[in-house]
């Protein structure tokens, strides 16, 4: 109960960047903009991590590419793993996320600023634009975080990896950066209660998209899959 009351003067007191950043938007200054909200969210989702007493052990930062936008694709085992993912990588993230999130104040308007995705499952027509409007983003230079198993795993085996997931970095011909988080799933999952824990993120290294024939499109799940999976203890 604590935590969330003080989510929710955190998130009042995001209120005036919010406005400020609204406004750089509507001028068109879209680098201002993202300079202006970096830092905020990254504090946030540090926030996060510090008011459960968790800790997250970062291994293979170097794997980063040195530029452009890449997509991040990985496990998702808990509701923690956003924070964990935006408090780790040292560059702007979006996501793919589920449509539900715009419910919800304030987060949803940090959401849209930082350029995330909001993905309708009910609608098969909905979901495709959300997806081409994720690879148009992509390629004006914002690094998206896709979960290809669909749900949360809670600590259980790792999921098949939904092919289509990977269109986005295909049709982007943006780089796959694969991470394994491990242990995030304890932090609320195992007990249905925030409690610390520690977290290890693996950053692998990038999976070149570009030129690849479609028989070498096939097998890139199935490969990174396998990559994360074997950063699991």
């Given at each position: 109960?604590?935590?969330?009351?003080?989510?929710?003067?955190?998130?009042?007191?995001?209120?005036?960047?919010?406005?400020?950043?609204?406004?750089?938007?509507?001028?068109?200054?879209?680098?201002?903009?993202?300079?202006?909200?970096?830092?905020?969210?990254?504090?946030?989702?540090?926030?996060?991590?510090?008011?459960?007493?968790?800790?997250?052990?970062?291994?293979?930062?170097?794997?980063?590419?040195?530029?452009?936008a890449m997509v991040f694709i990985g496990n998702h085992q808990g509701?923690?793993?956003?924070?964990?993912?935006?408090?780790?990588?040292?560059?702007?993230?979006?996501?793919?996320?589920?449509?539900?999130?715009?419910?919800?104040?304030?987060?949803?308007?940090?959401?849209?600023?930082?350029?995330?995705?909001?993905?309708?499952?009910?609608?098969?027509?909905?979901?495709?634009?959300?997806?081409?409007?994720?690879?148009?983003?992509?390629?004006?230079?914002?690094?998206?975080?896709?979960?290809p198993e669909g749900t949360r795993s809670k600590g259980g085996p790792?999921?098949?990896?939904?092919?289509?997931?990977?269109?986005?970095?295909?049709?982007?011909?943006?780089p796959i950066v694969p991470v394994t988080i491990d242990g995030s799933?304890?932090?609320?999952?195992?007990?249905?209660?925030?409690?610390?824990?520690?977290?290890?993120?693996?950053?692998?290294?990038?999976?070149?998209?570009?030129?690849?024939?479609?028989?070498?499109?096939?097998?890139?799940?199935?490969?990174?899959?396998?990559?994360?999976?074997?950063?699991?203890?």
């Amino acid at each position: 109960i604590a935590f969330f009351i003080k989510m929710f003067f955190y998130l009042i007191k995001s209120l005036p960047p919010i406005k400020k950043a609204l406004k750089l938007d509507k001028q068109g200054l879209k680098k201002e903009r993202d300079e202006l909200i970096f830092p905020y969210v990254q504090d946030w989702a540090g926030f996060c991590i510090r008011e459960t007493k968790s800790t997250v052990e970062i291994r293979g930062i170097e794997n980063l590419p040195q530029s452009g936008a890449m997509v991040f694709i990985g496990n998702h085992q808990g509701n923690m793993d956003i924070p964990i993912l935006l408090s780790s990588i040292p560059r702007p993230i979006a996501f793919i996320s589920k449509i539900e999130i715009l419910k919800i104040p304030i987060m949803s308007k940090w959401m849209k600023l930082m350029q995330c995705v909001f993905l309708d499952r009910k609608s098969m027509k909905k979901s495709v634009e959300a997806m081409h409007e994720a690879v148009e983003k992509v390629k004006e230079g914002y690094s998206m975080v896709i979960f290809p198993e669909g749900t949360r795993s809670k600590g259980g085996p790792v999921k098949d990896f939904k092919a289509g997931s990977f269109k986005l970095a295909f049709q982007a011909e943006a780089p796959i950066v694969p991470v394994t988080i491990d242990g995030s799933w304890r932090i609320y999952e195992e007990h249905k209660s925030l409690r610390s824990g520690k977290v290890t993120l693996t950053i692998h290294p990038a999976v070149n998209t570009k030129g690849l024939t479609k028989e070498e499109q096939q097998e890139i799940p199935k490969k990174v899959r396998e990559t994360v999976v074997s950063a699991l203890s």
